[in-house]
């Protein structure tokens, strides 16, 4: 088993997120703004964007309203962004983080920021340099815990400096 995550592992940290200069130059109707950001994510999130999944993102306020039935390159950023966040925190303080980092830096910058992030990080993950899995003797249970444990941490403090932030 240790051989077939190793695999998976190698191939996983190979996946990258698109840059801003990636998207298509041109307006998109709501079924190609699904089909590209399912394509862009499939290798990332287990649940396929729906079209009522995006009007409820803007709804919310979470993503710019469509000009004419058309979405821009900004929603295209924001659907990723939202897609891959909205797994571990409410859509509430998704909304907030994409505001404040927006209020610093244009949408362009913060998002190539986001997607050079992750993909630098994810590149960077193998079994040998993560300090998590130093200890790793094959038990997968015991990996799992330790990834799951750093997800709940790290979850609760960029929460709070999120709420920091609009103080």
Not at 21 to 31: G, I, V
Not at 75 to 102: D, H
Request: hydrophobic share 40%.
């Amino acid at each position: 088993m240790h051989d077939d995550f190793e695999k998976w592992l190698t191939a996983f940290s190979n996946k990258k997120l698109p840059q801003w200069n990636e998207f298509p130059d041109f307006d998109l109707y709501m079924d190609q703004l699904v089909n590209l950001g399912n394509r862009y994510l499939e290798d990332f999130i287990e649940t396929k964007i729906t079209a009522s999944m995006i009007n409820s993102y803007v709804k919310k306020g979470l993503m710019e309203r469509p000009n004419k039935k058309k979405y821009t390159i900004t929603n295209v950023a924001e659907l990723v962004v939202i897609s891959l966040f909205k797994s571990i925190y409410p859509l509430e303080i998704i909304r907030s983080g994409i505001k404040q980092s927006i209020k610093s830096s244009s949408i362009a910058d913060s998002y190539d920021y986001f997607a050079s992030l992750f993909n630098q990080t994810l590149s960077n993950f193998d079994l040998n340099s993560l300090s998590q899995v130093d200890s790793f003797d094959g038990n997968i249970i015991r990996l799992t815990e330790k990834f799951a444990v750093h997800a709940i941490i790290y979850k609760m403090i960029s929460e709070k400096l999120i709420d920091l932030q609009k103080k």
